[in-house]
């Protein structure tokens, strides 16, 4: 068999439904502890002392580690990937509820847990901030005395002209502006995360296995903060129960694990729970914005304008490329032939946990899709046009690819007007419009949403792309056995996304063997070459990219090899149906299988060529790849209590060739789903003093199988142009862009109370403030 | 202070020494080292953690090991039987119906629950059944279609079990 692309069945699943997977939570060591981490109950305090004395007299308890015990070993702070600085356990004081004060290391999980009851901490409580509104304010309580800062402040960023835009502003015939809010949210995979780590003093080499992302980061920051040597330390990535970008950042109770196994001698493992999960690790959004359009009367948008307020909270703790503090929100500009574009970023801190990258949000570009595509409906509100229409009007045309936008971006393909008219055609918009004022008239509030979005994903050329000084290329190594078997090595980590099934279904496509014939290996750092992990739907684009590459590297092997075998010139030879065969003479052809064995018996071979056909392959993308697609929602709310039913749902995606388009589908369906919940659900709200509102998934909502529709999925395929095989990222275009799809449905439902915009989540009680014409702040409770 | 436990988990007797409030969970994947059933949130939402309890499904998170004594337990191990895989866990391979993999234990224990009194569920009972467990990663749809598959192919299944 000598299928490449298309639906195949996933290799993993064979363990995962027998129960078989090995996630962290699963792993078992010999002598193995367990830790648990004391947190903070204050948004803000100082620590005026931590009492362990008790704690350290519980009988089963083999460690009680403060924030003292690792500033001993310099690690009481830790680097963020924004290059600030976060406490692993605090030593002066807390600055936001949640967080890390102490770390108990015990025979067993209960006992860790117990002891945690038996540390004293006196704390002095202070002022805290946690509306980010007020952060910048002259009286507002400073976050980061630590670093001698008098105020909130952590920085502005500017993208596009302002001049120019303003000037288009000035001489517009209509401009709109909106407030909008994207409210933090969390990732909340449902494994949440932990580590195991085994540090042995005679080796003097650490492992650990982590819930993570990006092992091969991971371990270059581990060396860099334990101040071990890179080559002692081994990161595995077991199965990974989802990740989102929660599980990129490296947390503190990871290095207390670390610092654990270091002080004891043994292994240990700590496992977070839900409550640590949602108030401690990686946020994400946390935007307030505001938005405005410049466009003329006939509904040709000319310029876009935003300002940012960004709450980091307490640490600038967001992953993204050094250079882009604000992520790829410079992709403000979304799909649209613009004039001119300017957006200027402030972000704060605040007395709330630290993140605000997670969440599939491709760096940022969800926050700038919501805020271009509820742009485009306030103005199709405002000059009373049909919103499918005026995007149709000011879309892209084909004929503008490669099109830089106003803001440098330059998108690689696209056919938008294509795809939006097959997402109308799937959902039948003319119909649905007609249906909608037909129920109007008989007082019935249907809804129908339209988004357009375009993505920028695969991180990233290593030039302007890097995570703490290390550009974003992807390593990988191939490696073709005797007998036509073979082993990919990659570095990029799936956390459920099918890797071990789509980089085989390359590798399969480019050498014509079978994909069950190719072995995936990844999630080991003593195993795999280096890479930056996955994120951003970097692995098809970047590690994708490689794996064709390296496969190709092969195959020009195989080539010279097969020469050899058929006595003729390289030259000579064609790639036809899977083998190497002298030009018109298809009957002479050889598999890579044969000419494995071939490459490593004692068949004489050119100079050069030493035996064997592995390759290896260092990827550095020219460009980033631009999915793209057009979403329909439909929904119908009940006036009386502002319900929102989500009745269908139609999401056309155009992510370039698709190797396996089951998984594509998949992934597309898990975004969908985020976007109903991050729409109608879920928000981490605080009070005004900093209490964290939201524990557990009894107040964090997440949509079940009554809450989504079932998905009418469209594709168009416009392949990448500098992607080896056409391929584009997909992984988190169906968060990013169904959000506004939903939010549009439901304000176009609004329409006779002539709402024109409520903040997310959209909540029955928010729908239901929205059409008495009073919808409040959805990041504070409600006083 | 420990107290006796005796449970009966796949058909194996089991008697352990545990804590009295120690969790069925934890009983199952730390005591007995069955880690296919999963914790995910401790607040009965997820539902990573169903196991069947005699033959009901229950959040073994909110479960005490000790209301277990005496009565059995049914886990994702059990459900391929001699090497011939429950049409469920088909279902879920060929529908897509898992990508992380960490919700699909607690799925597939419900599923098999739901086929068992009613081989032919619509998919709106299906929806009602599994909506209190929580997936991260599918959107739902395919782990409806892998249901469907599953009440669609029951009788091959059987067929080859014989």
Redesign the interface.
């Known amino acids: 068999m000598t299928a490449g692309f298309g639906r195949m069945?996933?290799k993993?699943?064979?363990?995962?439904?027998?129960?078989?997977?090995?996630?962290v939570?699963?792993v078992?060591l010999p002598g193995m502890l367990y830790g648990a981490v004391l947190r903070s109950p204050h948004p803000h305090a100082r620590i005026a002392s931590i009492d362990t004395v008790a704690a350290e007299a519980h009988p089963k308890v083999k460690a009680v580690i403060t924030g003292e015990t690792l500033a001993g070993r310099d690690l009481a702070w830790m680097p963020t990937l924004a290059g600030d600085r976060q406490a692993v356990l605090a030593t002066d004081k807390v600055r936001f509820q949640g967080q890390e004060v102490a770390f108990v290391v015990a025979e067993d999980?209960?006992a860790a847990r117990d002891a945690l009851e038996l540390i004293d901490v006196e704390y002095e409580p202070l002022p805290a901030v946690a509306d980010a509104r007020r952060a910048l304010d002259a009286d507002a309580p400073v976050v980061r005395d630590d670093l001698d800062l008098t105020g909130n402040h952590i920085f502005d960023w500017e993208s596009g002209d302002a001049e120019r835009t303003d000037r288009v502003f000035r001489d517009a015939e209509v401009t709109v502006s909106q407030d909008m809010l994207y409210p933090r949210v969390h990732?909340?995979?449902?494994?949440?995360c932990g580590i195991v780590a085994d540090f042995s003093k005679v080796s003097g080499k650490l492992t650990v296995w982590a819930t993570t992302q990006a092992p091969h980061a991971h371990r270059t920051l581990y060396s860099l903060v334990v101040g071990l040597p890179e080559h002692k330390i081994r990161v595995i990535s077991p199965?990974?129960?989802?990740g989102?970008g929660n599980k990129v950042p490296i947390y503190p109770g990871y290095l207390c694990a670390i610092a654990g196994s270091m002080i004891t001698g043994r292994p240990v493992k700590w496992v977070e729970?839900?409550?640590e999960n949602l108030m401690s690790t990686c946020f994400a959004r946390d935007f307030h914005m505001r938005g405005e359009l410049a466009a003329s009367r006939d509904g040709t948008i000319r310029a876009v304008r935003v300002t940012v307020l960004a709450d980091h909270g307490a640490f600038n703790g967001a992953a993204q490329p050094t250079k882009y503090p604000a992520g790829f929100f410079g992709v403000f500009t979304g799909s649209y032939d613009l004039e001119a574009a300017h957006c200027k970023v402030t972000a704060v801190y605040t007395n709330k946990a630290p993140g605000g990258v997670a969440y599939s949000c491709s760096f940022r570009i969800t926050e700038a899709v919501y805020l271009v595509e509820r742009m485009v409906d306030v103005l199709a509100f405002e000059l009373n046009i049909d919103p499918a229409e005026l995007r149709m009007r000011n879309l892209l045309r084909p004929e503008q690819f490669p099109y830089t936008c106003q803001t440098g971006w330059t998108y690689d393909s696209g056919d938008y007007p294509r795809t939006l008219r097959l997402a109308m055609d799937m959902a039948g918009y003319e119909d649905l419009r007609k249906e909608q004022a037909t129920e109007r008239a008989r007082g019935h509030l249907t809804g129908i949403g339209v988004s357009f979005f375009t993505e920028a994903v695969g991180a990233g050329p290593r030039k302007h792309m890097d995570i703490l000084g290390i550009g974003m290329a992807d390593g990988v190594e191939l490696r073709v056995h005797p007998t036509g078997t073979a082993v990919l090595r990659i570095s990029v980590q799936t956390?459920?996304?099918?890797h071990e099934t789509t980089f085989a279904q390359i590798v399969a496509e480019e050498l014509g063997l079978s994909p069950d014939d190719v072995e995936v290996v990844h999630g080991d750092t003593d195993q795999t070459p280096f890479g930056l992990g996955t994120y951003g739907s970097r692995s098809t684009p970047v590690s994708g990219a490689a794996t064709a590459i390296v496969a190709r590297k092969v195959r020009e092997r195989a080539r010279i090899v097969a020469a050899a075998m058929l006595e003729v010139d390289p030259e000579d030879l064609e790639w036809e149906g899977g083998r190497w065969s002298v030009k018109g003479d298809p009957d002479s052809g050889r598999t890579v299988a044969e000419i494995a064995w071939a490459a490593h018996s004692n068949l004489e071979l050119p100079d050069g060529i030493e035996g064997q056909l592995d390759a290896t392959c260092v990827y550095n993308p020219p460009n980033l790849t631009y999915p793209f697609g057009a979403y329909i929602c439909v929904v119908d709310v009940d006036p009386g209590t502002g319900k929102v039913d989500v009745r269908r749902f139609i999401a056309v995606d155009d992510c370039g060739v698709r190797i396996n388009p089951?998984?594509v589908?998949?992934?597309v369906?898990?975004?969908?789903?985020?976007g109903i919940g991050m729409a109608l659900m879920e928000s981490i709200a605080f009070d005004a003093d900093g209490n964290c509102l939201v524990g557990?998934?009894?107040d964090y909502l997440?949509p079940?199988?009554?809450e989504?529709p079932?998905?009418e999925l469209g594709a168009t395929v416009t392949p990448s142009p500098h992607h080896p095989i056409g391929a584009k990222g997909v992984g988190e275009s169906a968060t990013v862009g169904s959000p506004p799809a939903v939010v549009n449905a439901v304000i176009d439902a609004l329409r006779p109370y002539g709402v024109r915009h409520a903040d997310m989540p959209l909540t029955p009680a928010q729908v239901w403030r929205a059409i008495q014409g009073r919808p409040f702040r959805t990041d504070l409770a409600i006083s | 202070m420990t107290m006796r436990v005796a449970v009966t988990v796949n058909g194996t007797e089991y008697a352990r020494d545990v804590e009295p409030r120690l969790l069925l969970i934890h009983f199952i994947r730390d005591e007995l080292g069955l880690t296919g059933s999963h914790w995910g949130c401790d607040t009965s939402n997820c539902g990573s953690c169903v196991v069947w309890l005699d033959a009901t499904p229950v959040k073994a998170c909110t479960v005490l090991a000790a209301m277990a004594d005496g009565r059995s337990v049914r886990t994702v191990e059990d459900l391929e039987q001699d090497g011939c895989l429950d049409p469920v866990q088909q279902g879920f391979i060929e529908c897509h119906g898992l990508q992380c993999g960490f919700c699909t234990p607690g799925m597939m224990m419900t599923a098999r629950w739901l086929l068992d009194r009613n081989p032919d569920p619509a998919e709106a009972e299906i929806r009602e059944v599994l909506s209190g467990l929580l997936c991260r990663c599918t959107g739902y749809e395919n782990i409806v279609r892998s249901v469907r598959w599953a009440a669609e192919h029951a009788a091959d299944h059987r067929g080859e079990r014989q």
């Open positions: 069945l996933r993993e699943d064979q363990r995962f439904v027998r129960g078989m997977g090995t996630y939570d699963d078992h999980h209960y990732p909340a995979p449902l494994e949440t199965d990974i129960g989802g989102f729970d839900r409550s956390q459920g996304q099918g089951m998984i589908e998949g992934q369906h898990g975004g969908l789903a985020d557990s998934f009894m997440l079940t199988s009554l989504c079932s998905w």
